[in-house]
Structure formats: structure tokens, C-alpha cells
């Protein structure tokens, strides 16, 4: 018997064996994943996916579990269930530690890997720019546990509101949000909703007219990356929603009590969600040289990291020049995805055909979309370049969530959730766990 360093299976000698070209892929976001089941079945590769987590989880709905909205099992699927019935795709849990590109070998808390190919799709956590405050005190929103984290954080405020002196209760009741993008964006309208629909009911006794919501931007408009009519069309949605826009205003830091602002203003308050900025997850191992703005892996139009040849960057990690995109391409969920796409025919071809060519990733831009709250959405299409909002933008938001979403159950389950609310103007997920609460607080 013969045991796959890759992989762990045991494999049975056979004659004529055919060569099966030994795969890891490193993290099960959209980019990874795509990748994965591009690959499932197909014969000459096989695949080991080693993740942090085992589960993929919907990014983009993140906000909606913080807010209580949403469960977390609602945007998290099991990569398990995902490859039941493969034959070539194994998942190990697993830490990386760092990767060694000379001896083509990923080192993990649960031990070493080799790999004939190497697929580094780790995404991008929280930017807090060196701020070691910010990242100690303020609340991140980049992974399912780091969601949970923030709804126990808000419904515990609020019960502490309850026996809070009149300074106290208007700090809890303030809260920060900090960078306008479509995060910022999605929970500040979903903080405004909550306190003008379910919050009052929750908590007479208290006077949620003095609670503020702050969206701080250090840019001149909120979604920066959108049209100008969805740039003004959001601000406006969120005004009337109560929100307090302020542009131009940077954060300087943040004590756990008191946001400070570099003009020298402060606000008090409990908790700031940061929503400001996004930075890679580069293992270790990867020549420093290579990684550029934003903590991002240089890679060829074919996602070749620069300078190895057989070790490849997809996703948010990946940073990839082109005419159309000279700084790298945003980090959305749709190119990854597409970066998976092709990443899995250049395999594939070349699994068949060592000469293949290879196709150049393209990225062919779909649109952009953000919701503000209740039938207030903006969407912008490239090509006509026509911007809609309102109800109708909110709906095509909708519909596109839940086409991406993974699962039939997951969809409905998500489904039901926003007509309830809908018609209910309520939520129902506030529940709160104290234990989970208290090792949050505790650093655990």
C-alpha cells in the first residue's frame, strides 16, 4: 500500500498508473472553492483543500447575521457536503503555517503537505492600518465568528442600557461605523432599520430617538467605487434613515470608549464596527518582493505567482496588472470566482496537453450593487451603462445574493428570513449567549 503525501489516501499500485498531478489548494472562499469543484472528478489531479474553517461562508451576508437578520448556518455550507461523492477531492482542517516553494511542501498544525501545484486562495481579512487600538477594541466583520462576536456585542449593550446612568446609556447608544463602502454601507442601514422598527419594541424603557448611528468616510462620498447618481442616491437613502454621514473624516484612534478623529473631534462610544479597509492573507513563505499594496501576491495574467512555476494566486490575494486594471482588480466575490474558472481550464488543459496555451483571466465586470435597507438599493451596469434604485435595484440585489448563495436549504431558509421581515418589519435571531459573550470579552 502506498500513501499519497497529499492527500493521505491509500492508493493501490498499479501498472501503468497514469500521472495524477497532486494539488493543494490553500483556503475555501469563493475563488478556492470554485476551483475545487471545477476540478471535482476530473481525472488526472487530484485535489487536497485545506482551510481554517470546514465551512465556506457568504461573505457579502455577513452584516445580516451581525445585525441579527440571519443566522450564521444560513451563509455557511459544509465543504464536506459540497464533494460527497468525489473521488479526487479531499479537505483537510488545517492552520498553514508557511509553504516552501524549494521543496514544494505546505507546513500546517496537523503536519506537512507536498504538492506537484500549488494554489494559494486565502483571501483578505481586516486592515486596521498598524492600529493596534482599533484592532484590539474595535469589531471586524470579516469572517461568521467575528459576525456573532458583534451581535452579542450590540444585544449586550443593550441590555446593559437598561441599567445604565445617562452618559453611559448614550455611549452605548452611539455607535461608529467606519469606511462608506458597500459594508459600511449595508450595516449602518440595517443599524437605522433595527432602531426605527424592532429596537423600541425590544426595550421601551428606552429612548431610542437619542441613539446615533455615525458612517465615518475619509473620502468624499460613500461607495466610492460606484457612480456618482448611486454615490449620492446611497447618502441620501441613508439620511433618510437616520444615519449621520460624516465625509472626509478619518479616524485617529479608538480607547474602547472614545473614537477620536485626526480634526480632534471624539465620540463616545461602546462599539465601532470597522468596515474601512481589507488587506491579504499572504502565508508565509512567499518572497516579500512580491507582495504589493494591499498585501497582495503579484501573479501573471494567468495567475501565476511571479518567479515560481508551479505555484499560482487566485482571488482577493491576488494582485494582476492589466490594461483594464493597471492596480489589480477589486476584490470582489465575482472575480474570484472567474479567476477559478480559468485557473481550472489552464489545469485542465494542461493535464491533457503539457503544451496547451493558456488563456489569459479577464475580467469581464457584471456591474456593481449595495443595499441600504427596505426597497433602498443602488446598481450600476456597465454595459448599457444604465443606474437604477429603489425597489426594484433592491430586488435585483436580492435575487443575485441568492443565486450565489450554496444550497437549496440555505436559499430557502434565507428566503423566508427576508419575507418575514419584510412584511413582519422584525427580526428574529437576538438571541444572546453569554458564555460566547464573555470569552469575546476575555480575548479567548
Known sequence: MLVSPLSGLLLRPEKNRKYCMRMVIIGGGFAGLQLARRLNNKEGVEVLLI????????????????????????????????????????????????????????????????????????????????NSNLEKHAYPMKSTTEALQLRHHLIHNFEDALNATPDELQQILNIVVVGAGPTGVEVSGTLAEMKNDILPKDYPEIDFSKMQIFLLEGSNHTLLNMSDKSKEQSQRYLEQLGVNVQLNTIVKDYDGSHVTLTNGERISTRTVIWAAGIKGNVPMGIDPDLVVRGNRIKVDRQNKVLGYYNVYAIGDIASMETPKYPNGHPQLANVAINQGKTLATNILNRVKNPNAPLIDFEYKDKGNMATVGRNKAVVDLPKPKIHFGGFFAWLVWMGLHLVLILGVKNRMQIFLNWIYKYFTFDQSLRLLFQDFYKNRKAGN
Open 51 to 130: 482551510d481554517r474553517f470546514n465551512y465556506h461562508q457568504f461573505q457579502p451576508l455577513f452584516y445580516q447575521v451581525a445585525t441579527g437578520g440571519l443566522d450564521a448556518s444560513n451563509i455557511s455550507f459544509p465543504l464536506r457536503k459540497v464533494f460527497h461523492n468525489s473521488k479526487n477531492v479531499r479537505i483537510r482542517l488545517a492552520e498553514v503555517k508557511n509553504i516552501s516553494p524549494n521543496t514544494n511542501t505546505v507546513h500546517t498544525d496537523i503536519g506537512d503537505f507536498e504538492y506537484d501545484t500549488l494554489v494559494v486562495a486565502t483571501g483578505a481579512g481586516t486592515n486596521f492600518f498598524g
